[in-house]
Structure formats: structure tokens, C-alpha cells
């Protein structure tokens, strides 16, 4: 804590800064030289590679898709053949979904948090850096498979059974399950990074009511990740455990149900349209208020839209499913959900409309204004449709059409891609020396928005006419010709738009690679990403007062620039930026931050080949190659953890100390946010488990029908989970004082981790003791899945313990210097309460229904 408080109207009048200060920064988070500078990890580096690469994917599933409306401009074609036409489509929309529009999204919030933060980065920029390298080479290995007839070819979807061994034999459709489940844990630790970063690295005085609402779309955004992923990354896990060793989850004549891989994907499926639209959102009602010259009506209200939107949209998964004989109570649940999130987004969309309404005559029309006047039009459009199709009456006549199709393109195109471009035109000045060209900017807005609904808006006449969506050819003679040419004119139009941005582009956009100095403010924004920026963000970190603190606080640029504010210098001769409180946003302490490196490079290189390896099948060069990332991983980590140097002076006369451990620690909350996204996965278990009991009772134990597995092994399994966290709970308190061993707190360790492996070891001998086998049935499978989850997460445990016990015996882990072991202990923790549940799941439940 902060040895007095400031006062934010005198800080600033403080006598000039020392020479050197400035240089000292410059030193501290400069580049490395030449080709070195790719392991840099600041996110003006990393963030502008990662939105590259989300843009690239973009344009290479544009590509694939104006193949399809070639394809499908006319009946009766053969441009390209029926297994080639379900690849593309596949690629197609696994590419947007998962490659681009994400990825995207959270590229732009390594990008624009720290600017709009004032922080010098996120607080785990390696982290950060992980997932964008891991994410370019997944995708575009990925992407790849197309060339070589090696794409899956089931839909972006991939529904059972088409995907299953037997219908789906060799590689492809592995490369998709291994591939995405691999990106999407891309998708998580970058979620994790934007948690902590949004709760902890805030400046100064910006309570969470002073956010700017990009900041709470991402906020959202970020935890609708950690609750919807886990789903998806479940189903995919089980589809390539069935695929591979036949266990059945969704063979329906084995106890499986092909609809679980539904409920599963539609859980991750729906919440992923919002998770696309919200940042979208955010960024709107960031550019709408400058471009009106005034603060955005209802910023209260859009917040609590933001949270009720991704509240509702847990609710919506069958939406998707109206078609597939749920039963009629289901049916009016989910179709009032689907229309009740309509209530939040319209809160937005009126938002909008009135803070452009009160600027009168003075709203700028500009290229970002037209593309977000573009964006209400067609977002309102494929609105209207949605709550068309959530009329279950309707959906199930329009379901497999192309009306569903128009009206999702509406809804994505429209929410994210259209103020996507308004931000590449809105913020292109704050990383490039020179603007994109506003005159072109405008032929781009009017051939994307007219080649858009030129190319969308007759599918809903198709689909309403009888077209239906994935079919590769029609016949003729059913007069859908003229609607499908038009559409693939269209797209041509829309098409010619992003090429005109990417000349544009390629012609203007110059970054200063050296110092990052770009345009300050032509917009005249208020928030605090057009402060005047270099290498290290800001000179010094700003008090805020307001939302919209350059409008506010005329001299702040001025201020912040000489070094007037908190953090002028590198207080520490390291990276490093001021961790605050989660809701007051007050100075706790100062965050060392690590510096180049290669460590988390390799660790997503191979961590990488380690999935791709295994699609192919190669599994020992895929076991070694995740060893080999195991260990880079722990090299990362050892770098971490700088040791305490007592309390630093950060300017205003604060001090603050440069360790924390517990729950102050940026540490401690990432693994509270992993611990929740183990919970999210488990939590999508337990609900496959049960409904799969639902679905097939025959060949799971009620009532004596099958025989349970021996009791008394699985009660001696649980029992050592209890004992690990009695273990773990006793080191916790043993941890010797700084220059001691800590022989004790080393053998509560050890025990601890032991007691977990022999638990789950026990557990799994138990079930094979008893005969039970995962490949008989739909039971088998489940409770040999559990014991898998559950195992994975002890041999993590045993490996951060293995890690900690290594810090301890070179004197990097005390009392004092603890995170480490915290954040072993605290999944330790979680692992066992997962196994006792598991236990409670397989041996008590049952014995309830007998």
C-alpha cells in the first residue's frame, strides 16, 4: 500500500524532472536489434503482428468464400467438385470464427488496453506473446491442410456423426479438432491477460465507473471466454478420444448422443457471436463520442447492457437446436431468451443514436463515422432476423435455409467487421506516421456496404424460397440462378472494397519501429490512448478524474509528457508499471515486468508441433516435442518472480513495495482465472455425464443394473486428495524465512503432490479392477474421462510443485518470495476438490437412485 495519498490537482506542479530520466526509459524498453526483434514482447510489437495475422486469415477466408459463390452463381455447376466445395466451406468458417474474429478482438485489446490504461503493458506481456506466436503457426498450419486435400470437410461445426471415424476416416478431420482445441487455449491465456490487466493495471483515480467501455467490453469479452471455451475445447477433446481410441460419447448404439456434441458446441457456438459483438460494441461507443465532440449518453446503462448481454447469452444454445426434437418447454425457454437479449443490444444501439442526435449539425462525417453508421444499419437488420428465427414456428421452416444464413452474416459481418474497419480508420494515426487516406476510405465504406447488401440481403429471398445452406450445387430448375448471381456480384463488390483497404494500406502505413512516436490526437479524443506515447507508453502514468480525462484535464498531455505524474522513470532499472486496486484503481505496488526473450517462443513453437503431431500421428516426435515446450514453459517462468527490493519511490512522494504475494498478486489472480476455466471444463463434464445418463439409462448403474466399481478403492482415493490439501496447507506454513532450506515445507510438498497421483492412480485402478471398460459404452467412457481431467490436472500440479521445490532449494522461495508456491497450492487445491467431486459424481450418485 501507498505510504500517503495524492493529490491529483497538485501532482503535476511538482519542480522538473531530473535529467537522465528519459534516456533510462528509452534504455530500459528498447528493441533488440535486427532480427532479434521478434522476441520482443511489448505490445506495440505484439499486437500490431497479432492484428496482421487476424487480417491476414481474414483475407484468405475471403478468398475461399468468393470460390463458393463461384461455385454457386449458377445451378448445375462443376467449378469445383463436392469434396473440395465442403473443405473450402469448413476452412471457410472455422478461419472467421476461430482464426479471425477472435483473435482479432483480443489482438486489438493487446494493442489499446495499455494506451487506454496508461499502463506501460499488460501485466503478463510473455503470456501474451505466447499466444500470438502459438496462434499464427496453429492457424496457418491449419489453414494450410487445404492445399493438401488434408482439411476436414464436416462444416465449421464438425457434427457427429458425419465426423466420426467410420464416416469420417483419416486425417482431416483431426486437423480440426487438435488444431482448434489447441488455438482456443490460445484464446484463453489471452483472456486471462485482459482480466487481470482490466482489474489491476489501471491508472490511478480510474475507478471502475471511470473504464473506458472498450475496457469493460473486453472485461466481458474476456470472461464470457473463460465460461463458454471450456465447453468447446470438452467437446473436442471427446470427439478425438472417440476418433482415436474408440471411446463412445457420441455413438448412439454404445450410449452416446450425437446432440451432446450440440449442446456442447452451441454452449461455446452462441455466447461466441456476443464474445464477437461486445468488444465490437465497445469500440463504437469509443469512436461515436469523439466523433460527436461529447461524452456518450448513458454510459451506466451501456454497462450494465454489456454484462446483461453476456449474462443472456449462456441461455441462447438452443436457439440453435429448435429442429433437432427438444421438448416443448425447452423450446419456450430458449425462444424467449433469444428474444430478451435483444432488450441489451437495443440499449446500445439507442445509445448510439441519441449521442449523435445531441451533436446536431456537429457530428463528423467521417470515414470511421460512415462504417459505424453502416454497422447500425446492418447490425439492425440482422437484429430483426434473429428475432425472427428465435420464433420457433418460423425456425423450423427457415432453419437449414439460406434465410439463417443472410441473417448470421448480417449479425457478424455487420457487428464486428464493419466497426472493425472503423477502427483500423479511427486508430490507424495513434500506430502509424501517416493517416490512411480519407478519400479512399470512403470508396471503401460505399463498395463493402453495397457489395455487402448486394451479396447478403437476396439469401433471405433464396432461403424463403426453399434454398438450403450447405449444398455445393441445385438444380436449375429451381429458379434460385438469378438471387445466387446477384449474390456472387455482390461479393465481388464487397471484395473490390478490401482490396482498395489493402492497397491503401500497403501504400500509407509506416511504423516507426524505434521510438513507436506517431500522430498525437487529430481527433481530438478524451480518453487516454492519444496521450503522446513512445516505446515505454506514456512518460508517466496519469491520475484520472474523469471519463474522458483529455477533455477534462486541459493540460494532461502536457503533464504526462514531462514527466509530471507517477512512474516518470524506471524506478526499479527495469520494465516495469504500478499494479492498483481492482475497483478504487489505488497504487498497491510496483510490477517488475520481464524483457525480450526466446523462452515463451519456443514454448509456442513446440507446444505447437506437439498438437500438430499428433494429428499426424506421430506420437513419439510429439511427446518429445512437448517435453521440450514443458520445459521452455519453466525456463519463462523461472525468469519471473524478481525478488522484493523493499518500497520504490513513483513520484508525488508514494513509495510502493515491488512484491506482493496472496491476494494482492497479479499472480494470484491469473490462477484464480484458470482455476475458473478448469471449473467452466468440469462444469461442461458434468452436464455431458448427466445427460448422457438421461439419454441411454440401459447401460449406466440405477437401481442395481450394472455393478458400481469397488467402493472401498475409490473412498482410499479420495481420502489421499483430502490428505494433499492438509499437505499443501502445512507447507503453506512452513515456508522457511529468506536464507533458509525449508526441509519441511519441502516434504509437505512432495507429500502433497504424491497424494494426488496416488488419488487419481487409485481412482483409475479401482474402475479397472472392476471390469468397467471406456470403450464398452457410453458409462465406461465418462468415468474414464474424469479420471483423464482430473489427471491432467495432477500432472500439472506435480510439475509447478516440481518447479517450486526447485526455487526453494536455490533460495528463490521463502516467506517472503512465495508466488510460486501460491500458485501451485491454489490448483492443488482446486485438482483435489475436483477429484472429491468426481468421487461424489461416480460412487455417490448412483447409490442416491438405488
Known sequence: MPERQSDPKRLPNETPRPPGELEELERVWAYPPGWRKISEINNSLVGVIYIGAAFLFFLLAGVLALIMRVQLSHGDNRFIGQDLYNQIFTVHGTTMMFLFAVPAMEALSVILLPQMLAARDLPFPRLSAFAVWAYVIGGLVFFSTIFYGLSPSGGWFMYPPLTLTKFSPGDNADFWLLGIGFIEISAIAGAIEIIVGMLRTRPPGMTLDKMPLFGWSMLVFAAMIVFAFPAVILATMMLEIER????????????????????????????????????????????????????????????????ATGFFSFGLWVHHMFSTGIPALSLGFFSAASMAVAVPSGIQVFSWIATIASARDRFRLTTPSLFILGFLFIFAVGGLTGVMVAVVPFDLQAHDSYFVVAHFHYVLVGGMVFPLFATFYYWDPMISRNRLSERLGRYVFWLMFVGFNVAFFPMHISGLLGMPRRVWTYPSAMGWDTLNMISTIGAFILALGVLVFVVDLFVRFRRDWETQRTQTNPWNAGTLEWLPSDLYSMRS??????????????????????????????????????????????????????????????????????????????????????????????????????????????????????????????????????????????????????????????????????????????????????????????????????????????????????????????????????????????????????????????????????????????????????????????????????????????????????
Open 541 to 850: 502514468v496519469p491520475i484520472v478524474t474523469s471519463r474522458y480525462p483529455l477533455w477534462d484535464q486541459p493540460n494532461l498531455a502536457k503533464d504526462v509528457a514531462a514527466g509530471a505524474y507517477y512512474l516518470p522513470n524506471a524506478a526499479t532499472g527495469r520494465r516495469e508499471t504500478i499494479v492498483t486496486s481492482p475497483i478504487e484503481g489505488r497504487p498497491e505496488y510496483l510490477l517488475e515486468m520481464p524483457g525480450p526473450g526466446w523462452a515463451h517462443m519456443f514454448s509456442a513453437v513446440f507446444t505447437a508441433a506437439f498438437f500438430l503431431l499428433l494429428t499426424v500421428k506421430a506420437i513419439v516426435i510429439a511427446l518429445v516435442c512437448g517435453a521440450v515446450a514443458i520445459f521452455a514453459t519453466l525456463v519463462w517462468c523461472w525468469q519471473l518472480d524478481p525478488p522484493p527490493r523493499g518500497r520504490v519511490e513513483i513520484g508525488g512522494g508514494i513509495s510502493l513495495p515491488t512484491y506482493m504475494s496472496g491476494p494482492s498478486s497479479h499472480a494470484w489472480w491469473a490462477m484464480i482465472v484458470l482455476i475458473l476455466v478448469a471449473g467452466s471444463l468440469y462444469i461442461a463434464f458434468v452436464f455431458s455425464y448427466l445427460y448422457l445418463w438421461t439419454v441411454s439409462p440401459g447401460v449406466w448403474p440405477i437401481a442395481g443394473s450394472s455393478p458400481l466399481p469397488d467402493l472401498r478403492w475409490a473412498a482410499s482415493g479420495a481420502s489421499l486428495m483430502l490428505l494433499s490439501i492438509l499437505a499443501f496447507w502445512m507447507a503453506d506454513h512452513a515456508l522457511p524465512k529468506p536464507g533458509s532450506i525449508g526441509l519441511a515445507a519441502a516434504l509437505l510438498m512432495i507429500a502433497g503432490a504424491l497424494c494426488l497421483i496416488a488419488g487419481v492412480g487409485i481412482e483409475g485402478y479401482a474402475q479397472w479392477r472392476s471390469g468397467l471398460r471406456p470403450g464398452e459404452n457410453s458409462y465406461g467412457a465418462m468415468v474414464y474421462l474424469e479420471i483423464v481431467l482430473t489427471g491432467q490436472l495432477v500432472a500439472t500440479v506435480a510439475v509447478m510443485t516440481g518447479f517450486a521445490l526447485a526455487r526453494l532449494f536455490t533460495g528463490k522461495l521463502d516467506a517472503l518470495r512465495r508466488v510460486s508456491f501460491e500458485s501451485a497450492a491454489l490448483l492443488a487445491y482446486y485438482t483435489a476438490a475436483q477429484g472429491l467431486l468426481g468421487f461424489l459424481l461416480i460412487y455417490g450418485f448412483p447409490r442416491m437412485l438405488e
Open 244 to 307: 482415436s481410441f474408440g471411446w463412445p460419447f457420441f455413438t448412439a448404439a454404445q450410449g452416446g448422443d450425437p446432440l451432446l456434441w450440440q449442446h456442447l458446441f452451441w454452449f461455446f457456438g452462441h455466447p461466441e457471436v456476443y464474445i464477437i459483438f461486445l468488444p465490437a460494441a465497445g469500440l463504437v461507443s469509443m469512436i461515436v463520442p469523439t466523433m460527436a465532440q461529447r461524452p456518450l449518453v448513458g454510459y451506466r446503462l451501456i454497462v450494465v447492457a454489456l454484462i
